[in-house]
């Protein structure tokens, strides 16, 4: 499902028009980035949660040469389904 189809269902679901379902989704999508570049961890209960992690410096392999190089430590995101999207999916 792309962004387009996801309007479309929850302004289905929801009786909003999709101008304003998009609005609102591109609101939530710049709060959540905001709030995890600045290292706050973000849930939303059952569902989801996003969190800012460090990945420390480690030695990898370029796949083509084989030769090692350093990777870098650097800041990624940890996205974790909640548990009732886990229990939903898995069918309980």
Do not use: W
């Not at 101008?19 to 570049?37: P, R, Y």
């Amino acid at each position: 499902m792309n962004r387009k189809q996801l309007v479309k269902d929850v302004a289905d679901s929801t009786g909003m028009t999709q101008d304003q379902v998009d609005t609102v989704l591109g609101g939530v999508v710049e709060s959540v980035t905001a709030a995890v570049k600045a290292g706050n961890k973000v849930v939303v209960p059952g569902f989801v949660s996003f969190e800012q992690t460090q990945r420390s410096a480690r030695t990898g392999r370029n796949p083509q040469t084989g030769e090692t190089m350093q990777i870098p430590a650097q800041k990624a995101v940890k996205v974790s389904a909640g548990k009732a999207l886990k229990e939903a999916v898995r069918g309980s």
